[in-house]
T-cell receptor, first 111, second 115 residues
């Protein structure tokens, strides 16, 4: 079992709709959870982090965490073509210095 | 210069060459990281330095040798690499060890090709 799993996609969503990205992790001791966006040919940039169960909203983005189910998701409301990118889920596990990345989900917003 | 810079941006080397990648952060951070990103594989953490001390070596082959002379600079020395080492090498930094509010900022990466 991979430590952090994501559906590789591509996930195609019409402009204006809600894009839902999912991630599961294996380490029950994980403390912090991150969503990064990576445009093609660019480096990852942090969109959101979450470490408490429930929802965290920032603009059009909502991160959802369910530690009992070992599941974290990212919702993007009112999707724009500029949201088309690969979204990386990352988890800080029991080791304070180690962050494990998923392989990413490629999101495509169609006009 | 702002943020995290990496040089060179592109590097082509033979298997017998020795080269070094350089990373510099201008953010006043204390922790620095090397990651490897290969096609269709997750971003792999290689090394972590916190206040110039190595805190993580993620079972990286000895042909990769990191060096952190101070909190602002990080090097990755390369020697006798293999073609499968071809990848994008990303440097990152954070205020403290990444987690919670300690966001990692990534550099633009070095695209390495080993012939």
């Amino acid at each position: 079992q991979k430590e952090v799993e994501q559906n590789s996609g591509p996930l195609s969503v019409p402009e204006g709709a809600i894009a839902s990205l999912n991630c599961t992790y294996s380490d029950r001791g994980s403390q912090s959870f991150f969503w990064y966006r990576q445009y093609s040919g660019k480096s990852p940039e942090l969109i959101m982090f979450i470490y408490s169960n429930g929802d965290k909203e920032d603009g059009r983005f909502t991160a959802q965490l369910n530690k009992a189910s070992q599941y974290v998701s990212l919702l993007i409301r009112d999707s724009q073509p500029s949201d088309s990118a690969t979204y990386l889920c990352a988890v800080r596990g029991s080791s304070a210095s180690k962050i494990i990345f998923g392989s990413g989900t490629r999101l495509s917003i169609r006009p | 210069e702002t943020g995290v810079t990496q040089t060179p941006r592109h590097l082509v080397m033979g298997m017998t060459n020795k080269k070094s990648l350089k990373c510099e952060q201008h953010l006043g951070h204390n922790a620095m990281y090397w990651y490897k990103q290969s096609a269709k594989k997750p971003l792999e953490l290689m090394f972590v330095y916190n206040f110039k001390e190595q805190t993580e070596n993620n079972s990286v082959p000895s042909r990769f040798s990191p060096e952190c002379p101070n909190s602002s600079h990080l090097f990755l020395h390369l020697h006798t690499l293999q073609p499968e080492d071809s990848a994008l090498y990303l440097c990152a930094s954070s205020q403290g060890l990444a987690g919670g509010n300690n966001e990692q900022f990534f550099g633009p990466g070095t695209r390495l090709t080993v012939l």
